[in-house]
């Protein structure tokens, strides 16, 4: 399986308009590694294959894999016998040791850029530094990045707001890192308010550039559009940011996963519709959405960039 082969579902379509694609969007390049390990995984291993709770945040993807073979399991206890896969959004040490206790076979398919995330703090708290994580709370690349912390024996603070930084109790040295789908001005603003409280402060900006090239496009597309269509799973944080971006443009933005949740109230009126697709978002379901809106053609200019390419 890789991100180009076409999963789509005959879907109603409305009449044609104009269709203005991001100039970057869907899978990035952590994701597209993720599902491609675990598809060759499935091809040349013998055994069970799970997936220890989604591997990205795209029902239409994890349902496709299901249908393969890939099973999926939200506790690790469940697990018993074949391989393990790692979350793309990375797990903490605690959760590697107890998968290696049980006897499984471990496909870590973590994202280099989630990695990187890691290194970081554990090198900030090595040296000293009182940790900040900007994030979203409960997130499975915010659990992964505490825990690998919590295994040194040091904390992370997660914040998610320069309000929240205003409230903590910080020491004199301070250390910032990011979520890698964080927006980066929002980074930028939690380290001044840092800067405010602490006589030292390092800071490492870990946003992915995948994160920052979507969220530009999209800005670029809703600035030529009259209503935006913003494509990705529900659970998925880089997603939520898109549509919240276009619609500070001043346009309606819609969240949605597939093309059938969308109403027809949504586009009347308006003849020029903008897509863009967040970075676990696969190609086919983003062409169901433009066949959709476009009488059931793909648009004659149609053609997909995805970011870090």
């Not at 599902?35 to 990205?56: F, H, N």
Request: proline share 3%; glycine share 8%.
């Amino acid at each position: 399986m890789t991100a180009s082969i076409c999963d789509s579902q005959t879907v109603p379509t409305m009449g044609q308009r104009r269709v203005v694609l991001a100039e970057v969007a869907g899978f990035c390049f952590g994701v597209r590694r993720a599902v491609e390990m675990t598809d060759a995984a499935r091809r040349e291993q013998t055994g069970r294959i799970t997936t220890l709770g989604p591997l990205i945040h795209n029902e239409q993807v994890i349902e496709r894999m299901r249908r393969q073979g890939v099973e999926t399991a939200e506790k690790l206890e469940t697990i018993r016998e074949g391989t393990v896969v790692l979350s793309a959004h990375g797990v903490s040490p605690a959760v590697v040791s107890q998968a290696k206790s049980q006897g499984l076979q471990l496909l870590d398919v973590t994202c280099p850029f989630v990695t990187k995330v890691h290194l970081r703090a554990k090198l900030l708290h090595e040296q000293g530094y009182q940790v900040l994580l900007v994030g979203d709370k409960g997130h499975t690349e915010v659990r992964g990045v505490v825990g690998a912390v919590e295994a040194l024996g040091g904390r992370v603070s997660v914040v998610s707001s320069p309000e929240e930084v205003a409230a903590l109790s910080l020491g004199k040295k301070v250390g910032v890192i990011s979520q890698t789908t964080q927006y980066a001005a929002n980074f930028s603003a939690i380290v001044a308010e840092v800067s405010k409280k602490a006589a030292e402060v390092r800071a490492f900006n870990t946003v992915c550039n995948a994160t920052d090239e979507l969220q530009e496009a999209a800005v670029r597309m809703a600035r030529q559009v009259e209503v935006a269509l913003v494509v990705g799973g529900k659970k998925s944080a880089n997603t939520r940011r898109l549509r919240e971006l276009c619609e500070a443009e001043g346009i309606p933005a819609y969240h949605i996963e597939t093309a059938d949740e969308i109403e027809g109230a949504w586009l009347e009126g308006k003849q020029i519709v903008g897509i863009t697709g967040g970075a676990s978002t696969p190609d086919w379901i983003l062409e169901d959405v433009a066949r959709f809106v476009n009488a059931g053609e793909l648009p004659a200019d149609w053609r997909m960039h995805h970011p870090d390419e």
